[in-house]
């Protein structure tokens, strides 16, 4: 399997400020043959299904506001946040589809300070 | 657009098998690779297996030999069992599609339905 690994497990930062969380891959999940990262980014709001955000790494999904951006490659990823907003409140988690052993990170909660 | 509609008992004995069924609608069955995803309350997200409209299957060799994912293509429907549930089985299903025009299986989960409950407990 490959594990993900999401740092912060939670994480407080003010409105209007930068919030940024990490994900680590067990392997890599870059495929060579095409350059492209098999991860993407969600966000989950409570009761709620999670919403996909960011598929490649780093192609937002369609109509995501562009505080939102993905970066990295490899095993290690980050999710930017680059102007934090009430509505950003959610737990925000990784998944990768270099395998179809999906495996998704553990999860980061992000909250307002 | 699709949507999607999960649907079953919210509360299953332990032992017993847990089946739901998950609606499509708005869209093509034969078009997306459908997976069940799960989350017990308050933890992380669990890939269970995904189903293609032809058959094809794969399963979480964690659960494996407990489960059965099977599609209706005339009730645009896929259905999961589940097999000698216990307390850890409890939580909210999800199932999901993965768009075969932008590479499925190899690629994302959207869309999502909003999940049902299933609660193990006798």
């Known amino acids: 399997d490959i594990v993900m690994t999401q740092s912060p497990d939670s994480l407080a930062v003010s409105l209007g400020e930068r919030a940024t969380i990490n994900c680590k891959s067990s392997?890599?999940?870059?495929?060579?043959?095409?350059?492209?990262?098999?991860l993407a980014w969600y966000q989950q709001k409570p009761g709620q299904p999670p919403k996909l955000l960011i598929y490649?790494?780093?192609t937002r999904e369609s109509g995501l506001p562009d505080r939102f951006s993905g970066s990295g490659s490899g095993t290690d990823f980050t999710l930017t946040i680059s102007s934090l907003q009430a509505e950003d409140v959610a737990v925000y988690y990784c998944?990768?589809?270099?395998?179809?052993?999906?495996?998704f990170g553990q999860g980061t909660k992000l909250e307002i300070k | 657009q699709v949507q999607l509609q999960e649907s079953g008992p919210g509360l299953v004995k332990p032992s017993e098998t847990l089946s739901l069924t998950c609606t499509v609608s708005?869209?093509?069955?034969?078009?997306?690779?459908w997976s069940w995803i799960r989350q017990p309350p308050g933890k992380g997200l669990e890939w269970i297996g995904y189903?293609?409209?032809?058959?094809?299957?794969n399963y979480n060799p964690s659960l494996k030999s407990r489960i059965t994912i099977s599609v209706d293509t005339s009730k645009n429907q896929l259905s999961l069992k589940l097999s000698s549930v216990t307390a850890a089985d409890t939580a909210v299903y999800y199932c999901?599609?993965?768009?075969?025009?932008?590479?499925?299986?190899?690629?994302?989960?959207?869309?999502w339905g909003q999940g049902t409950l299933v609660t193990v407990s006798s």
């Open positions: 998944q990768q589809y270099y395998s179809t052993l999906y495996t």
């Open positions: 189903i293609y409209y032809s058959g094809i299957t």
């Open positions: 999901a599609g993965s768009t075969v025009t932008t590479g499925a299986p190899y690629n994302w989960f959207d869309p």
């Open positions: 392997q890599s999940v870059l495929n060579s043959s095409n350059n492209k990262n098999y």
């Open positions: 490649w790494a780093s």
């Open positions: 708005g869209g093509s069955i034969s078009s997306y690779y």
